[in-house]
């Protein structure tokens, strides 16, 4: 399945199951990968500045944000009491020496309950809508896959929103998924429907964006590098470099709208876990408002590097493998044509 300067394979369509199963992969292989490195971050975090009971952080893999409610300074899953760590590398020979190697993907379980199904939502309907356009918009073609991604993103995270709002109430309320019904009903009933999508705006104002640059700075530069490379195809070193380079430069200049949107969360988790009102979370505007009074402009620029750590590496994987599953079924697809044509 190698992508040479021609290619001998007949090329059929891939179906929408077949980019369901891929962009499933790519999700759970790139939580995999980056998993570690967050669970490592937040115990790090941790020993800096202890979290106090009822506090809230977020933990982020570079492709889900979940937030974490604190109780008698020990939380839920990956966030432990903190150790005594000199760095990243010394925190995970420690904790792979004191926990075993599985305290490192301590945080994928919730990761992949909310990543699986919007990366599908995600990747498919990009894909099916970008063919569409493409089609339609004629010589302004190119633009496609801004648009695509602009949409796909809306798509995916109106549908997400609500699971995302009712997993962050059964942690901070410490409720069973027996309960899930009855935390549907009481949001219902005391809040009504728009209850569901708390937080829907902040997270188009960052994630649309994002998804938009992100798709058609991949699709423009996937395209340079097999025309620098004289390759018909891209290659998985091509889909890679891409993907890093695209995913850096969509998240530093989205990143303002990420700060705002975890600053937001965590202040909402807080309200819940104390009961109070959560009516008192602020407006997008005003939390920017607040935080350049506070920090300055270079305020809405904190944890520039983290989060280009995490994100360049899980665009590169996700979308990488995501490529790679889809060359699979083509050239699966094509094998079988043939075979049925020979017969």
Same mark, same amino acid.
């Given at each position: ?17 077949q ?108 894909d ?5 356009l ?9 633009y ?22 009712i ?5 901070s ?9 009855? !935390? ?66 969509a ?8 700060? !705002?949107?975890t ?81």
């Amino acid at each position: 399945m190698s992508s040479q300067k021609s290619s001998s394979v007949p090329r059929w369509d891939i179906t929408p199951v077949q980019q369901m199963i891929a962009s499933c992969s790519g999700a759970i292989i790139t939580s995999l990968f980056v998993t570690p490195l967050d669970v490592v971050k937040i115990r790090l975090q941790a020993q800096r500045n202890p979290f106090p009971k009822g506090k809230c952080f977020v933990y982020c893999n570079g492709l889900m944000d979940h937030i974490c409610v604190c109780e008698n300074g020990i939380s839920k899953a990956w966030y432990k009491a903190p150790g005594h760590f000199k760095g990243t590398l010394d925190a995970f020979i420690k904790i792979i020496r004191m926990e075993g190697i599985r305290s490192l993907w301590s945080g994928l379980p919730p990761t992949l309950v909310m990543a699986v199904p919007a990366t599908v939502i995600y990747f498919t309907c990009y894909d099916q809508l970008c063919a569409v356009l493409k089609l339609r918009m004629g010589d302004r073609s190119d633009y496609a896959p801004l648009l695509a991604g602009a949409i796909a993103r809306v798509g995916s995270a109106t549908v997400i929103s609500p699971l995302e709002l009712i997993r962050t109430k059964m942690q901070s309320e410490k409720q069973s998924y027996r309960e899930l019904s009855a !935390v549907i009903q009481s949001a219902l009933h005391n809040q009504g429907w728009r209850s569901l999508w708390r937080g829907w705006g902040p997270t188009l104002l960052r994630d649309v964006p994002f998804s938009a640059m992100y798709w058609f700075n991949y699709e423009k530069g996937k395209a340079w590098l097999c025309q620098y490379y004289n390759f018909t195809d891209p290659t998985f070193a091509i889909t890679f470099t891409a993907g890093a380079l695209s995913g850096s430069f969509a998240s530093i200049v989205t990143l303002p709208f990420d700060v !705002v949107k975890t600053k937001r969360q965590v202040e909402l988790g807080e309200l819940q876990t104390m009961k109070l009102s959560t009516q008192v979370s602020s407006s997008t505007y005003y939390v920017m408002k607040r935080i350049v009074a506070e920090n300055g402009v270079s305020g809405l620029f904190a944890g520039f590097l983290p989060r280009l750590i995490k994100v360049a590496p899980a665009c590169a994987i996700m979308i990488s493998t995501y490529e790679f599953g889809k060359a699979f079924f083509l050239c699966a697809n094509g094998a079988k044509n043939e075979t049925d044509e020979g017969i």
